[in-house]
């Protein structure tokens, strides 16, 4: 919950450069020094893309080498959901206290477009990076706050 991010977000011991992200992503090896983050610009959000990996057993195919990412769906470098990168000294957000970047009062499910519209009013003009994701499950969250299926990723 929103709580929970600004509550880490004071915990953090160096406050600059953040990734905000769900706990079923998994990242490149290389995924930090692919960041480049002395190139980023702090008046920007930056995301990156995904690829969906939708069952348990489409993973260990990956894994074995049976499929590559070509044969899953990718959706292009957007600032929701998944993966946001952002500068917490950025002028657009320096002046927000911390608690009030991901508000309490806001559904967990629209607080990233809430953060991303602070950045980018138009949030189709995001910083998209050159690095893709894995999204181990589904496509998400709907809007009540649900899966977007009952099944787990490990139950399919």
């Known amino acids: 919950n929103n709580r929970a991010v600004s509550a880490a977000l004071h915990k953090l011991k160096y406050k600059d450069w953040v990734v905000s992200t769900s706990p079923d992503i998994i990242y490149p090896d290389d995924f930090r020094e692919k960041l480049k983050l002395d190139t980023l610009d702090s008046n920007n959000m930056y995301g990156i893309s995904r690829t969906f990996f939708t069952s ?3 993973w260990l195919d990956y894994c074995k080498g049976v499929k590559s990412e070509k044969d899953f769906e990718t959706i292009p470098g957007f600032c929701c959901g998944f993966t946001q990168v952002f500068d917490l000294n950025s002028p657009k957000i320096k002046n927000i206290p ?6 309490p009062n806001i559904n967990v499910c629209d607080s990233d477009i809430w953060m991303l519209k602070r950045f980018h009013p138009d949030v189709r003009t995001c910083g998209k990076l050159d690095i893709s994701a894995i999204h181990l499950g589904n496509h998400g969250i709907n809007n009540n706050g649900r899966p977007d299926n009952d099944k787990s990723f490990f139950e399919t």
């Open 56 to 58: 348990y057993k489409d």
């Open 98 to 103: 911390l608690e009030e970047l991901f508000p």
